[in-house]
């Protein structure tokens, strides 16, 4: 096989191209929720809010 083929073949070889794909959703949502926990705003109050309630429920029910 030539280095021109082999370089072709390289370039046209799609494998991995999803997981890369998820890879960048994945850190996209974890920037958003990163972003929605440091800030104080309604979104992030409620949220903080409702991790507290179900871990002091969690804690209550034992």
Known sequence: MS???TVK???N????V?????AIIGV?????????FTQSGPLGE????A???????ITNSN
């Open 46 to 49: 409620a949220l903080t809010g």
């Open 9 to 11: 073949n390289f370039i």
């Open 51 to 57: 991790i507290t309630t179900i871990t002091s429920n």
């Open 28 to 36: 996209a949502i974890s920037a958003i929720v990163a972003a929605t």
């Open 3 to 5: 280095i021109f083929q």
């Open 13 to 16: 070889d799609e494998r991995g």
């Open 18 to 22: 999803t997981a890369i794909e998820y």
